[in-house]
């Protein structure tokens, strides 16, 4: 009863900025936890940032320093923005939640960034 929904993926060139967001509705009791995770071709799925419901964050080492995760309690929304794109950024990016007591997934939105 829990879905998470992206947005905000597209194509950027290198050097570019984009913002995602990631919206959770159904039946929630509370949000643990928000993060978003990203697969390349090829590659595993992996880790990109987190935060919990207590504003602690983190980051993939190589995102620091260009990526910033949010969120918006109230409105049950997580956001990433992303700074200073590179083409190996480019993947299909989804959001995760911890939901009460159980994880969910987002569908991914894809971004693709030219070089």
């Known amino acids: 009863q829990v879905q998470l929904v992206e947005s905000g993926g597209g194509l950027v060139q290198a050097g570019g900025s984009l913002r995602l967001s990631c919206a959770a509705s159904?039946?929630?009791?509370?949000?643990?936890?928000m993060g978003w995770y990203r697969q390349a071709p090829g590659k595993q799925r992996e880790v990109v940032a987190t935060i919990t419901r207590l504003g602690s964050v983190s980051y993939a080492d190589d995102v620091k320093g260009r990526f910033t995760i949010s969120r918006d309690n109230a409105n049950r929304t997580v956001y990433l923005q992303m700074n200073s794109l590179e083409p190996e950024d480019t993947a299909v990016y989804y959001c995760?939640?911890?939901?009460?007591?159980?994880?969910?997934w987002g569908q991914g939105t894809q971004v693709t960034v030219s070089s």
């Open positions: 159904g039946s929630i009791f509370s949000i643990r936890a």
């Open positions: 995760n939640a911890a939901v009460n007591y159980n994880d969910y």
